[in-house]
């Protein structure tokens, strides 16, 4: 599954896994983990996805500063009601839910993965 919005590209593994494998494997394909900066990128994603998936955001830095992988800090956020919670002070990656929302989670959790492309 996958879809374009403007020159981005985002296409999903079938597979679960954690964030540093998913982070590898959009590498291996020369992409990145899906990061949307707006609202029209966070629909594609929840399109492509169809599940709960890894977005490339972590507050693995600083609590409650949220970055895309590259360590910019991100303007755009979509979480769900009461989220960034950090349940057990151990949920340090972001993950879109079904409903297009944000929640926080456990960066060794699994998840789907949603890779991004730019032309």
């Given at each position: 599954m996958s879809e374009n919005v403007g020159k981005k590209y985002f296409m999903?593994?079938?597979?679960?896994?954690p964030l540093n494998r998913a982070k590898a494997l959009c590498s291996e394909l020369q992409g990145t983990v899906a990061t949307p900066r707006n609202a029209?990128?966070?629909?594609?994603?929840?399109?492509?996805?169809?599940?709960v998936a890894f977005l490339?955001?972590?507050?693995?830095?600083?609590?409650n500063v949220f970055e895309d992988l590259t360590g910019n800090r991100v303007r755009?956020?979509?979480w769900n009601e009461g989220e960034p919670n950090n349940v057990g002070s151990g949920e340090n990656c972001v993950v879109?839910?079904?409903n297009g929302k944000w929640n926080?989670?456990?960066?060794?959790?699994?998840?789907?993965v949603v890779c991004e492309f730019s032309d």
């Open positions: 999903s593994s079938v597979r679960r896994m029209e990128e966070n629909r594609a994603i929840q399109n492509v996805a169809k599940d490339g955001i972590t507050d693995q830095r600083t609590e755009y956020t979509n879109l839910l079904t926080d989670v456990p960066c060794s959790d699994s998840f789907l």
